[in-house]
């Protein structure tokens, strides 16, 4: 299995394939975006796909025994084990076929994770996998910013402040999760300098996501996104406002859109405009649409702004490296 | 084209060690994926098997992995897509995999991994202990006993022959004393490629296997509704383990020559009062003090367990009545277990509940953390054993031997 498939860019989301490959028969919760990326994931990798997926909402929800929604071949892995299923299934696969014991043809290998299981528990492991440059593979973390399915505790992910069940605001202390999200992909990217393809995303961006999967997979070797996904429940809003959180996330400048490919950076849609000057959304438009943010003062917000103006206006390349030690 | 024929038997003789009698195996099986990670003792069969694959004598793909768990992990997913695994860990690395090898008995995935016994570290200790792949004898792992690296290279054989027939799909962990087995070198009869071929079909997953010709989905949520039933098929693929071995075993005798009974090995024990009973190399100083025991006109025998899971219950049942006591050498603990014996102890009293006859059993724990067990140490034992079958019993249950007061 030297080859991959090449799987051409999509010009719209006219031209993505009607095909479904996840479809009925998963119990997520309305709005959902993590379904979503699901969905779109799998919609442009196509059906000679291996999917393993960790422990988390998108197992636990979406594949009750006799109602699995996936049409292609899926698999469960440890929580903290995308890295590890995506490197044995690209080897036991790459194996027989070097062997002659299975038919030569190139097979995409998709696991993927959430914030918990890859930012946190899985990050040695995904990192491995990120090193072993003869095996195809892509490995996808939906962000939902909270281990969501054991009823929405803080990640490593989750934002500044945010509320959950592990950091509930009290009377003594407002702010219970004090420390800033991790970064992720920029680590990823900076760590693996041979991992030739690593990006992030956002379903409200759904021609650009199903791109970055196409390009994970075509490029070869082992590839990495990171997508962001608002989640109703954790989050606390309306379902119905599910891709315009997304959007806001992005024009706010809080999740950039970016991916880096042989090296070079390159921030794409929104995310590219907004480095070119253009005047990004008030994070307090983002904030102020979730539950687990309701309890923010002016102070907090403030907080909140300074950081992210911190990362666009000082860092080398907003949201992907940070400023050097030279910089002001 | 040659065409020379082999004459004579399609084996040669090399010394080697315990871990090189398995990688040699890995060869011979042409297994597709393994997984390393450092750890003494077991970390001996990876350097064994990568110097094979580096001189390309062993074709498959090797990767080091950043954690045991990983390790695990890998393997575990190689298999589910057909491909035949091996790999191993040692004490501390194992329990750092354990979630891995809990649930590879529930996905029904066959593994071979070789355990290279060491103490569970702090306070400070790596020598042999059975406490790490003791410690999954509950979930579905079938496991293996070797007590010399012939054993080591024929076992492995036998593991993936039993651990990949459809019957048992299971993971299966061959157990070897650490620095008595994975370091030290003996005769070892290797057999050639097509005697290995003969006797080991290649690893076929059939409608089990993870290909997009075959979109299944693995292991979904189940939960309360079907658990039980599922745990129930699983107990019923160690309970038809049994017979898998019993006849893989007699295939490897008619094939290798070799190989004995499948669960016990026996040493002079037909006319024996008192027997000892234990698992791995301490056979040896076993069998020593025993033909110099009966020089003297004891009559004392030893049985060794080769399997541990499943538990060779009936064998032992019907072997161990005749004896007038019976006393079980444990290389571990059970803190707390029932008289605060070891494992192999708890077992053999417990199938001998079932007896006609309450023979004496007596336990023994000896030899942890790679103490040595010595033959003045065995003799005390079957001391110990013998006054306990002169009166018909004793007060005292359990020994540790040779423990500094
Ligand atoms: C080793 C282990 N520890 C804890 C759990 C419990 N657990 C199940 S799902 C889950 C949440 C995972 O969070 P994340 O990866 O962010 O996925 P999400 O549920 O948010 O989709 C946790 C902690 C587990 N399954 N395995
Ligand atoms: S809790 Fe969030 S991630 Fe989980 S199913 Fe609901 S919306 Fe999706
Ligand atoms: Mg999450």
Not at chain 2, 283 to 304: C, D, N, S, Y
Request: net charge negative; hydrophobic share 40%; proline share 6%.
């Amino acid at each position: 299995m030297t080859t991959t498939q090449q799987l051409v860019p999509l010009r719209g989301v006219k031209q993505s394939p009607l095909e479904e490959l996840f479809t009925s028969g998963h119990r997520t919760c309305q709005g959902c975006e993590s379904a979503l990326v699901m969905k779109l994931m799998i919609k442009a990798a196509g059906p000679r796909t291996i999917v393993l997926g960790s422990t988390g909402c998108m197992y636990v929800a979406n594949t009750t025994y006799y109602s699995t929604p996936w049409v292609v071949p899926w698999m469960h892995t440890q929580l903290g084990s995308s890295g590890s299923a995506a490197l044995g299934t690209a080897a036991g696969l790459k194996a027989l076929m070097r062997k002659a014991k299975m038919k030569d043809e190139p097979i995409n290998v998709i696991a993927f994770c959430g914030d918990g299981g890859g930012a946190d528990m899985g990050l040695s492991a995904i990192s491995a996998a990120l090193t072993h440059n003869e095996y195809n593979l892509l490995i996808l973390l939906y962000d939902n910013e909270s281990y969501a399915n054991t009823d929405i505790q803080v990640s490593g992910s989750s934002p500044w402040g945010a509320n959950s069940t592990f950091s509930p605001p009290g009377t003594l202390h407002r702010i219970m999760n004090r420390r800033w999200k991790k970064n992720t992909a920029g680590m990823l990217a900076a760590g693996h300098p041979q991992a030739r393809y690593i990006a992030t995303g956002c379903a409200s961006y759904a021609t650009d996501m199903m791109n970055k999967v196409r390009k994970a997979l075509t490029i070869g070797g082992p590839t990495f996104m990171h997508t962001l996904d608002p989640c109703p429940k954790g989050w606390d809003y309306d379902p119905m406002y599910s891709h315009e959180l997304g959007v806001l996330a992005v024009q706010t400048g809080i999740w950039v859109q970016y991916e880096v490919e042989d090296g070079k950076i390159t921030l794409n849609g929104p995310s590219k405009v907004l480095a070119r000057g253009k005047k990004r959304l008030p994070v307090e438009e983002y904030l102020k649409r979730q539950g687990r943010f309701a309890h923010f003062t002016p102070e907090d917000v403030a907080y909140f702004q300074s950081q992210i103006d911190e990362m666009w206006e000082k860092w080398w390349i907003p949201g992907v490296v940070p400023p050097g030690p030279q910089d002001p | 084209m040659t065409t020379e024929t082999r004459v004579g038997p399609l084996e040669t003789e090399e010394l080697i060690s315990g871990s090189e009698a398995i990688a040699r195996a890995c060869a011979l099986a042409d297994v597709d994926v393994i997984t390393a990670y450092p750890i003494r003792p077991y970390d001996t069969v990876m350097q064994f098997v990568s110097k094979l694959i580096a001189n390309g004598e062993l074709t498959c793909e090797y990767i080091v992995a950043e954690s045991e768990h990983s390790q695990f992990e890998i393997v575990k997913h190689a298999s589910a897509v057909g491909a035949r695994v091996f790999t191993g860990s040692s004490g501390v690395g194992w329990f750092y995999a354990f979630e891995a090898l809990a649930v590879t008995c529930g996905l029904r995935l066959p593994m071979v991994a070789m355990v290279g016994n060491r103490a569970l570290d702090d306070p400070g200790a790596f020598g042999c202990e059975h406490n790490d792949a003791l410690a999954v004898r509950d979930l579905g792992w079938l496991l293996n006993w070797a007590a010399t690296a012939q054993d080591c290279i024929d076992t492995a054989f036998l593991a993936w022959r039993v651990a990949e027939d459809p019957r048992v799909f299971l993971p299966c962990a061959i157990s070897t004393d650490g620095a008595f087995l994975t370091h030290s070198q003996q005769i070892v009869k290797v057999p050639d490629r097509s005697l290995v071929d003969k006797f080991l079909p290649p690893y076929d997953r059939g409608k089990f296997q993870l290909h997009p010709d075959n979109p299944i989905t693995i292991a979904p949520q189940v939960n309360e509704d079907w658990l039980m039933e599922i745990r129930r098929q699983t107990d019923a693929a160690m309970r038809r383990a049994r017979d898998v071995i019993i006849e893989a075993h007699q295939e490897f005798v008619d094939i290798f020559g070799r190989g004995g009974d499948p669960f016990l090995e026996e040493y002079m024990t037909d006319d024996a009062d008192v027997v000892l009973i234990g698992m791995g190399t301490l056979a040896l100083p076993l069998k020593v003090t025993v033909r110099r025991m009966r020089e003297k006109g004891h009559k004392v025998g030893f049985i060794r367990v080769k399997w541990f899971r499943p538990f060779p219950g009936p064998e032992l049942l019907e072997l161990l009545p005749r004896f007038k006591a019976v006393g079980v050498i444990d290389r571990d603990y059970s803190l707390g277990s029932p008289l605060n014996g070891g494992v192999l102890f708890n077992e053999v009293r417990s199938i001998m509940y079932s007896a006609p006859e309450r023979v004496p059993i007596i336990g023994f724990v000896a030899g942890l953390g790679g103490r040595e067990i010595t033959i003045p140490s065995t003799r005390q034992m079957f001391e110990i054993t013998q006054k306990a079958a002169d009166e018909g019993g004793t007060d005292q249950e359990l020994h540790w031997i040779g423990v500094r007061e």
